[in-house]
């Protein structure tokens, strides 16, 4: 992305909305030129900004592209660090314009309770990379990717981009139906060095990071490796949120081009969080978290023995949940400078997961008794199931997957010419198994069922093969000194097979027959896009953006709305032969801005001003035959398209400073966007048309404050979501809520022959207020319920990062 940073605007510990250099304005030596829209990692970008691991207190800024036409804003690694050392990339991306993002921990890793909206847009809806390599769809029990929170340590990001409305025609994504958000891993420093960071905080939070590099070795060549060790306890029960991660880059640099050789490797135990179900007949009643029973054993026997848990009905506590996932993540990428006038980027990449979610749970609740004796019918479930009551399911993946990219740039006079290809080819398995858990030497939540335990039952064992194919061109033609035309389309072809070695006990899964077989093909020729960016001073721009793109099915068995988990053979061939992808036309324009003013204390002012306008085409979903269905049991359910959604939207974003010492930013948001169609359940007609989509809200307001005063630096930010509703029909809705955040750091004073670089002593403070309220929603049926996590309480944190 083309952005300049002025030297005045670099003085303060600002969070800003910075406007880069438009035409006629001096840019800086750190600028690099790049094509209007530059094209991710494929195109040469500015210096990378310095990560945390620097331990800087220079501003940073939250920076609006100025090169683009469409709607792109960025956050730095630095300021990613200021939110929470560690912090999540997506989780950072709540302090932009139109983002709500919500977890149950506070550095937002933990997958299964993830909620994110763009514009409307759920997660899946969106697309993700790093460094261009394509991430998958996020849908916890991934089947095509992982989270970008697995795919590099936090302290090694060097920014991320979010698209908010239409992302990269050459984006490597499959779901980027409305955005993309994008994450660049910050290169090795040019001089030798080691950085040390120890965060500890609330709940027995240890985190430690460490970082060595090279430094400059022989003709261009760089590296760095880091690894980090964290472990955290949940905040309602005694669980142990932990893992281990690993990255590595190598860099070679010279005229003739750029190599980048890049390397992750993640292992993480989750323990999960239970939502709370929510009726209006339980509004008052229903307990605001679900903590789980373990480690006390004795408790959990007892529990069951007393039937506590049935008294407390959907809203039973369960021995203990998490989520298990071991990654390998690497790609090789070569920028190939063939003259002045043409450049050729190529990355192959690779991807193993293995991963498990578990659920240890009371064995004669939400419909498990009918599960079970399919399989073990008449006998003694509690004899079955190891003597104590409790029954361990798990869901146990497989991804390998690997790719190439390829893009080819071109400047010819006034036109920057680009076009590309990606092909990726996915092989995953999923399986479903129970297995006992045995009173006499209970399973905990860091180990996967033992050797020594053979599943009870295997109920579905998938193998699902994808090929993607996906090619874009594009030309940024610049008609005038002062106005730039881009147009192009992408062409995306999705191939999928799923066979089934075992096949569930037909009427065990949901009343299903059998899972289907076969193929299911699904090809787009052409997605326009068409744009216009007018530089109407050296202080304003105007931009409007058109873009057409579409999602295609999920592929998976056991994870979101795929056509591979529906309970027939005969269901899947009339997916197949009536249902389509869902689409969506995204139109956006905007106004950017960039002044310098005199106005009192007030020295500068940056902002932007944008309206968009979706529509959004063949809604896809998931219709359950069986109203007791629940997502432990799990299944298929009926997949239809429902009709249209059509939303409208104004972000306005701006930072006022005064003076190089304080900044106040702001971001106020106003989304509205409503289902078209009602649509039918079985025989039932389900009066959507009209209503908000649930789990969005109409209102977002963030602001950060920030201000630096010689060694010292300090950040409050404040964040305001609306009423969401949370049901498809809006007969339910959770209340607006406002949280604040807090930073105070100092950079400690060091003597010249110490042989420590930089020191930074910082406290971060989540949810100040200690607020209580409803974070991710799990929209579960049309009408009269549906299920909450809830907020992590107020957490402590500090962190002392040292570099030599």
Do not use: C
């Not at 959004?616 to 219709?623: K, N, P, Q, T």
């Amino acid at each position: 992305m083309t952005t300049i940073r002025r030297a005045a605007l670099m003085t303060g510990a600002a969070l800003a909305v910075t406007m880069p250099a438009f035409a006629g304005a001096q840019r800086t030596a750190a600028l690099a030129t790049t094509a209007v829209d530059g094209q991710g990692p494929t195109a040469p970008t500015a210096k990378e900004p310095q990560a945390q691991a620097e331990g800087q207190t220079e501003g940073q800024d939250i920076v609006v592209t100025g090169a683009n036409t469409r709607s792109v804003t960025q956050i730095t690694g630095v300021e990613m660090q200021r939110v929470l050392p560690g912090v999540s990339p997506l989780q950072a991306l709540q302090t932009l314009p139109g983002v709500t993002y919500l977890t149950a921990d506070p550095w937002g890793n933990n997958e299964q309770n993830i909620s994110l909206f763009i514009h409307g847009f759920n997660a899946q809806q969106l697309g993700y990379t790093l460094d261009g390599v394509p991430l998958g769809d996020q849908t916890y029990g991934n089947f095509n990717g992982l989270s970008p929170q697995r795919a590099i340590i936090s302290e090694n990001v060097a920014r991320v981009t979010l698209a908010s409305g239409a992302g990269d025609l050459g984006t490597a994504s499959t779901s980027n139906l409305g955005g993309t958000i994008d994450t660049f891993s910050s290169d090795p420093k040019p001089a030798f060095g080691v950085q040390l960071n120890q965060t500890l905080g609330s709940y027995d939070a240890s985190r430690l990071y460490v970082r060595v590099d090279t430094g400059s070795f022989g003709n261009g060549n760089s590296a760095y490796i880091a690894g980090v060790r964290q472990k955290a306890r949940a905040w309602d029960f005694d669980g142990i949120q932990g893992g281990y991660q690993a990255n590595a880059k190598f860099v070679h640099d010279d005229q003739n081009g750029k190599l980048t050789l890049y390397g992750a490797f993640s292992d993480k135990i989750e323990p999960n969080e239970d939502a709370t179900v929510i009726t209006p007949a339980n509004r008052a009643t229903a307990p605001y978290a679900r903590p789980f029973l373990y480690p006390n054993f004795g408790a959990a026997l007892q529990y069951l023995a007393s039937g506590a848990y049935r008294a407390a009905g959907s809203n039973y506590r369960n021995y203990y949940s998490d989520a298990q996932r071991t990654d390998y993540l690497g790609y090789a990428r070569y920028d190939w400078k063939v003259d002045d006038r043409v450049t050729w980027s190529n990355t192959g990449y690779y991807h193993h997961n293995d991963g498990v979610g578990v659920v240890a749970g009371p064995i004669d609740v939400a419909g498990l008794p009918r599960l079970f004796s399919f399989y073990y019918p008449g006998q003694n479930l509690t004899t079955v199931f190891g003597g104590s009551g409790f029954a361990t399911r798990t869901t146990e993946y497989r991804i390998d997957r690997g790719g190439l990219i390829s893009t080819i740039q071109l400047a010819l006079g006034d036109h920057r010419i680009e076009f590309g290809a990606w092909y990726e080819h996915q092989s995953s398995s999923a399986f479903r198994r129970w297995y006992p858990l045995l009173v006499g030497d209970p399973s905990t939540p860091y180990e996967r069922p033992r050797d020594d335990l053979t599943p009870l039952i295997t109920q579905y064992h998938s193998e699902i093969r994808v090929d993607e194919y996906q090619t874009h061109i594009q030309d940024s033609w610049r008609v005038l000194p002062t106005l730039t035309v881009q147009a192009g389309f992408k062409s995306t072809f999705q191939n999928a097979t799923q066979r089934l070695p075992v096949q569930p006990i037909p009427g065990s899964f949901t009343g299903s027959v059998a899972l289907p077989v076969g193929k299911l093909n699904t090809h787009r020729g052409f997605l326009p896009q068409v744009g216009a960016l007018w530089e109407v001073t050296g202080d304003e721009q105007v931009f409007v953006n058109a873009q057409k793109n579409i999602r295609q099915f999920q592929t998976s068995a056991a994870a979101g709305l795929s056509p591979f988990a529906l309970g027939s053979q005969g269901a899947f061939e009339i997916f197949r032969n009536d249902v389509k992808p869902e689409t969506s036309w995204t139109y956006e324009a905007g106004l950017r801005t960039r002044r310098s003013v005199s106005l009192g204390p007030i020295t500068g002012f940056d902002g932007q001003i944008s309206y968009y306008h979706v529509d959004f085409s063949d809604r896809l979903l998931g219709i359950s035959p069986n109203p007791v269905i629940t997502s432990i049991v799990s299944g298929a359910a009926i997949l239809q398209n429902v009709g249209d959604v059509k939303t409208d939207g104004i972000d306005v974003a701006g930072t006022l400073r005064f003076g190089s010492h304080f900044s106040f930013y702001d971001a106020l948001s106003y989304n509205v966007s409503k289902f078209q169609d009602d649509y039918t359940n079985g025989t039932a007609l389900v009066a959507t048309s009209g209503k908000t989509v649930p789990g969005t809200p109409k209102w977002l307001n963030k602001f950060v404050a920030a201000a630096n005063y010689d060694v010292f630096d300090a950040q409050l930010i404040g964040d305001y979501i609306g009423k969401r509703y949370a049901t498809f029909t809006n007969d339910l809705s959770v209340p607006g809520y406002f949280t604040l955040a807090g930073r105070i750091a100092v950079r400690v004073p060091l003597d010249a022959g110490s042989g420590i670089r930089t020191a930074t002593v910082s406290l971060n403070v989540t949810n100040i207020t200690d607020k209580k309220a409803a974070s991710t929603l799990s929209i579960g049926a049309a009408s009269g319920t549906f299920n909450q996590f809830p907020l992590a309480p107020r957490q402590f944190f500090g962190t002392i990062a040292v570099g030599f």
